[in-house]
């Protein structure tokens, strides 16, 4: 079996929180003071049911510190006008404890070194995908950097389960088979057993013919428990054993483009195929292109 090695051990961008608390507390005396501050951040994400946007700021002086934290914005034009990756100069009103934006002006966008990438036309946050040196159903040993300058959609599943994984699957053979063949060589498929004891390369190629996979471009690994367990944890995936011999964990599933970055990840099985589709055309059409 082959051995992990983690080259990435930081998955994610971790968010720095501020709590409401605090801040109205550094906010200037008096509660029913209206005071505006001028500010600059990066929007990080726009949530527009929510009518907020994440900013990524700077220290806005007399009020806090550098700090990423979501705040409102009522004025609807405003909030649609910006885009995930934006540079903004914007004024931050203090009003009876609530902190809101009331103006704002993009004044550039992130560069591709400041941890952003493209997916499509929109700047997306990415994360350096974890390395890892498992085992396929071939018994030889595979790395993610085997797939430098391919888009790869990364889950993990095990075979004795019931229920979710295999229609997680299902939902990426269908991905699988409509990617147009000028796409299929730049595209490749990743599944990582949780339970490497029961999943011997054997159990996982019966699995993925089961369910229709190609495995020409899918690799179905597994290796050691302590493997396994290493790269489910550096890509956030909680394991759980329970009892009656069924794992619970996070559903989740990985796009990673052809610079080995993560710049999507799609959360349960309720996730559109057709919606992954699209992503993978985005990516990979756009390392074609380069080529």
């Given at each position: 079996?082959?051995?992990?090695?983690?080259?990435?051990?930081?998955?994610y961008?971790?968010?720095?929180?501020?709590?409401?608390?605090?801040?109205?507390?550094?906010?200037?005396?008096?509660?029913d003071?209206?005071?505006?501050?001028?500010?600059?951040?990066?929007?990080?994400?726009v949530?527009?049911?929510?009518?907020?946007?994440?900013?990524?700021?700077?220290?806005?002086?007399?009020?806090?510190?550098?700090?990423?934290?979501n705040?409102?914005?009522?004025?609807?034009p405003?909030?649609?006008?910006?885009?995930?990756?934006?540079?903004?100069?914007?004024?931050l009103?203090?009003?009876r404890?609530?902190?809101?934006?009331?103006?704002a002006?993009?004044?550039?966008?992130?560069?591709?070194e400041?941890?952003?990438?493209?997916?499509?036309?929109?700047?997306?946050?990415?994360?350096?995908?974890?390395?890892?040196?498992?085992t396929?159903?071939?018994?030889?040993?595979v790395?993610?950097?085997?797939?430098?300058?391919?888009?790869?959609?990364?889950?993990?599943?095990?075979?004795?389960?019931?229920?979710?994984?295999?229609?997680?699957?299902?939902?990426?053979?269908?991905?699988?088979?409509?990617?147009?063949?000028?796409?299929?060589?730049?595209?490749?498929f990743?599944?990582i057993?949780?339970?490497?004891?029961?999943?011997?390369?054997?159990?996982?190629?019966?699995?993925?013919?089961?369910?229709?996979?190609?495995?020409?471009?899918?690799?179905?690994?597994?290796?050691?428990?302590?493997?396994?367990?290493?790269?489910?944890?550096a890509y956030?995936?909680?394991?759980?054993?329970?009892?009656?011999?069924?794992?619970?964990?996070?559903?989740?599933?990985?796009?990673?483009?052809?610079?080995?970055?993560?710049?999507?990840?799609?959360?349960?099985?309720s996730?559109?195929?057709?919606?992954?589709?699209?992503?993978?055309?985005a990516?990979?059409?756009?390392?074609?292109?380069?080529?």
């Amino acid at each position: 079996m082959g051995v992990l090695r983690i080259r990435h051990p930081k998955a994610y961008t971790v968010a720095r929180i501020a709590w409401a608390i605090a801040l109205a507390g550094l906010a200037s005396p008096g509660c029913d003071d209206t005071r505006v501050y001028p500010a600059r951040g990066i929007v990080q994400e726009v949530a527009l049911e929510e009518g907020q946007v994440m900013v990524d700021h700077e220290e806005i002086p007399g009020l806090m510190p550098a700090m990423t934290m979501n705040f409102a914005i009522y004025d609807r034009p405003l909030l649609e006008s910006l885009s995930p990756g934006d540079v903004i100069e914007f004024d931050l009103t203090s009003e009876r404890g609530s902190f809101f934006i009331t103006a704002a002006q993009v004044v550039g966008e992130v560069r591709p070194e400041d941890g952003w990438s493209r997916l499509g036309e929109k700047l997306v946050r990415s994360d350096p995908a974890p390395d890892f040196d498992l085992t396929d159903t071939e018994g030889g040993t595979v790395s993610l950097g085997a797939f430098a300058g391919q888009a790869v959609l990364l889950d993990f599943i095990f075979t004795r389960c019931q229920g979710p994984c295999p229609a997680l699957t299902s939902a990426h053979v269908r991905v699988q088979r409509e990617l147009p063949p000028e796409l299929r060589e730049r595209v490749h498929f990743v599944s990582i057993t949780i339970d490497p004891e029961r999943d011997t390369p054997d159990e996982l190629r019966a699995y993925a013919e089961a369910r229709g996979a190609d495995l020409s471009d899918w690799s179905f690994l597994t290796g050691e428990r302590h493997a396994i367990e290493e790269v489910a944890e550096a890509y956030g995936i909680g394991v759980k054993p329970v009892e009656g011999g069924d794992i619970e964990h996070v559903l989740a599933t990985f796009l990673i483009d052809p610079e080995g970055r993560i710049v999507k990840r799609y959360l349960g099985i309720s996730n559109d195929p057709a919606e992954i589709l699209a992503d993978l055309r985005a990516i990979a059409g756009r390392q074609g292109e380069a080529g």
